[in-house]
């Protein structure tokens, strides 16, 4: 059975960030992800018109 592609990634990262992961964190870590990655899924496919303009930036 092939490895779930979130639990390597943690993995990875952790190592990346020199971040222990607790094996009891793992669950919520993986619910957090899951959650970021559907709501940047929204994000991403939402459509926008190619005239679209970014925000200004208004400074005080």
Known sequence: M???P???YIDV???ALALPIEDAW???VK???EVS???ARL???FPLPDETE???VFAA
Request: proline share 8%; no cysteine.
């Open 6 to 8: 979130l639990d390597s």
């Open 43 to 45: 994000v991403d496919e």
């Open 26 to 28: 793992r669950p919520a």
């Open 2 to 4: 092939a490895a779930d």
């Open 54 to 56: 970014p925000a200004s």
């Open 31 to 33: 619910a957090n992800l």
């Open 13 to 15: 990262v952790g190592k």
């Open 37 to 39: 990655l559907r709501l």
